[in-house]
């Protein structure tokens, strides 16, 4: 089958790889597309993220396949359902590459880790087996692979506690950064600014639901969000890139008794990414600061709601679809910040 292989840092190809091997408690997944994420993916393949699988690696965490095979122990999915996160995982297989969640290949594996544990079975082939969740009917398996990161945002401003009438600031003008505007507009959010480099993608995120932008290559961050929120600064702000640097800017932004929420994963060495200096010179007298580290599970019945009522589009996140022989296409297309969300199939 094929996967997208990264085996330099730098690039990444497809390439023809062993078929994964299911167990009793796994099934076997065809893999329909799988959503290209251009922060986390494009780190991998570059080698700045902190927490990366030893090369080679299959790449890929936002794919969406459809069951063709159960366990003989699987009860809790069957043939035919469409999954979130099906992903290559291999055990006992020489010379096989390793898995970065491996999301982009032709077949994955999920795991009935609700029944390993019922049945004190060890543990699940695939880690990520409380992320892969049964699609409803009538949702389109190709655009669904972008509900993976609204579901993440979504439940990350429900752990920080936002809710209608609170204002909302996001550093980052990316998919993620418009994710977060979304779902804040969806929960009654009284204002959304969004913080980038470029004027267009800003222009484009005012379809998401952001009423204010602020250009970082050209305003006083920090004043200019001031002015937006009358003085009082944001109920929330939250560092949808990974930058301490943004992080140092958010604080300074945030209002009394707000909260600064850091989402985005620094592209630093693992030691750094433990610790870093805070300056929180000119911040107010009582906030807080926040590591949202998402609970993806807990929304998926209300954003798969969202989408079969018709309160979501998905359409608007996607730039391009192209087939998974393409992904070096697909990577530079990212690299080149003009695509939201390619998706590949």
């Keep these: 089958m094929l996967a997208g292989i990264v085996r330099h840092f730098g690039e990444v190809k497809a390439e023809v790889v062993p078929m994964p091997i299911i167990g009793d408690y796994d099934a076997l997944v065809k893999i329909i597309a799988c959503a290209f994420c251009n922060g986390t993916d494009s780190h991998i393949i570059e080698g700045t993220l ?131 505007a979304i779902c804040g507009r969806m929960l009654g959010a009284s204002k959304v600014a969004i913080v980038g480099r470029r004027d267009e993608r800003l222009q484009q995120t005012l379809a998401f639901g952001v009423d204010e932008t602020i250009n970082s290559s050209k305003d006083d961050v920090v004043k200019k969000a001031r002015e937006l929120s009358k003085g009082r600064g944001f109920d929330l702000v939250v560092d949808a890139i990974g930058s301490y640097e943004a992080v140092n800017l958010a604080v300074k932004t945030v209002a009394h008794k707000g909260i600064v929420g850091q989402y985005g994963v620094p592209t630093v060495p693992r030691e750094q990414f433990q610790r870093f200096e805070l300056d929180f010179r000119g911040t107010p007298g009582n906030w807080s600061l926040n590591f949202l580290n998402p609970d993806e599970p807990s929304t998926h019945d209300i954003v798969c709601g969202w989408v079969k009522h018709g309160l979501l589009s998905m359409k608007a996140f996607i730039s391009e679809i192209m087939p998974l022989k393409e992904i070096d296409r697909a990577y530079e297309m990212v690299k080149k910040g003009n695509a939201i969300k390619v998706i590949l199939t």
């Excluded at 999301?103 to 079975?121: L, P, R, T």
């Excluded at 009538?138 to 401003?157: H, Q």
């Design 50 to 180: 902190p927490f990366v699988s030893p090369l080679p690696l299959i790449l890929g965490h936002e794919s969406v396949g459809r069951i063709i095979e159960v366990g003989a122990k699987v009860r809790n999915y069957k043939v035919g359902d469409i999954v979130f996160r099906p992903q290559v995982v291999y055990k006992n297989i020489p010379d096989a590459p390793n898995s970065c969640w491996g999301g982009f290949a032709e077949y994955g594996v999920i795991s009935d880790g609700k029944a390993v544990a019922e049945d004190k079975a060890g543990s699940a082939l695939s880690g990520s087996w409380a992320m892969q969740q049964i699609i409803p009917e009538g949702i389109d398996p190709i655009e669904a692979t972008t509900l993976i990161t609204v579901k993440e945002t979504l439940s990350s401003l429900l752990i920080a506690g936002f809710s209608a009438g609170k204002s909302l600031l996001i550093f980052g003008s990316g998919p993620v950064g418009m994710s977060f």
